[in-house]
């Protein structure tokens, strides 16, 4: 009866998945870049310094 149903819920439950995944792994990834940037800029002030 509701099998027509079915498809367009598991399109937007994908989606949403999606945009849940994102919203994790956006703030990390942006994190772990910034925490990258700022290794390799205290590597080189260490490196401009001697």
């Given at each position: ?10 399109v ?38 001697d």
């Amino acid at each position: 009866m509701f099998s027509h149903e079915s498809v367009p819920l598991i399109v937007i439950f994908i989606i949403m998945l999606l945009g849940v995944l994102a919203a994790f792994l956006h703030p990390v990834h942006a994190l772990f870049s910034w925490l990258r940037r700022r290794k390799e800029r205290s590597a080189t002030e260490l490196v401009e310094r001697d």
